[in-house]
């Protein structure tokens, strides 16, 4: 994957981090006093797309909107010192950088605190936006949409975006959320969850059953006009349907401790592989290998490059 630029569009957050021990319940009220050892803050939301881009060797840039704010710079700091390409990042005078607090005692995951708005994007920032992804996408081997409904995504900037990338045979793909779920029209991989499918395309379908599975990727295909869905079923494993080929792979069993950044991985991946045109077969091999593989490890983490070689030699 060295060589490869991609372009990763979205919400961009700080994942902070209080770590620490418990050993006593507080005499105020019935919760735990945690006894604070230390304090980390990391990229996170697309930009973690973008550190587990940069863990495989990719060139990344980066276009998104932080706040004008002193955690803005701090997240700002942080993606160039990954060396990520901040040149597409839009600071914003009206909405905080958002910030997700999370409190762990001892590898417990005891509490997440959420700083943000996520109201939609206004037009000073649409304008900054559409302006740096255009230009952006001029040079690079793949188009990442990583969608937290945060309000960075709009539908002018996903139409604007994935026409000019098309035409230029660039692969489009895309993390969504529910806001616009139904906008990304066109794109080469559409990767959402199997709660984001349900409601979405408002179906049922039934992870156990390989029927329900076919028909929902080929409904939803068919409803984008996307050229693949790439559909992430948890402790079902992962299911891709591209150009007519569908396959359903199992879940590799993993000593869990932590899912958060897991969807962020796979996308990465998925999109690499589709920019040096990996098979769908191979694609998703990969991306459900990475996908598990962070998940044993705590807090929002990238795929190790060496181990997910590794691990893909000995299957």
Known sequence: MIGLRVLVIGDVMADAYVMGKVDRISPEAPVPIL???NNEMRPGGAANVALNLRAMGAEVEMCALVGNDEKGENL?????????GISGIVRSSERPTTIKTRIIAGGQHLLRID???DRPTKDSEKSGLLTAALSLADSVDAIIFEDYDKGTIFPELISAVTQKALAKGIPVTVDPKKRNFMDYKGVS???PNLKELREGLKIE???RKEGDILNACRKLAESLDARGVLLTLSEFGMAIYMDGFFQHIPAVPRDIADVSGAGDTVISIA???MAANCSAETTLF???LAGGQVCEYSGVVPVRKDVLLREALEK
């Open 35 to 37: 006894h604070i050892r």
């Open 76 to 84: 700002v700091s942080l993606l160039q010192a990954e060396g990520i």
């Open 115 to 117: 700083e943000e708005d």
């Open 189 to 191: 991989l559409f990767k």
């Open 205 to 207: 379908a039934d992870p």
């Open 271 to 273: 999109t690499l592989c």
């Open 286 to 288: 990969l991306a459900n």
